[in-house]
């Protein structure tokens, strides 16, 4: 009987440790939509990147 109540608060952990990992996840998500639409313009880039070295 003790096996099986460790083992129900075990799963009952694991199902809130769960929702919590989704709930994160789902508001990753979100922020990062929303983050995309604030910005007007694309990435920025290094100077370094766009312009080769004269000879």
């Not at 604030?38 to 000879?55: C, H, I």
Request: aromatic share 10%; glycine share 6%.
């Amino acid at each position: 009987m003790f096996e099986y109540e460790i083992a129900t608060a075990r799963r009952a952990d694991l199902i809130r440790e769960a929702d919590a990992y989704r709930l994160v996840r789902e508001a990753k998500k979100a922020r990062r939509g929303s983050s995309r639409f604030q910005e007007s313009e694309g990435p920025v880039r290094s100077l370094r990147g766009s312009f080769t070295r004269a000879a």
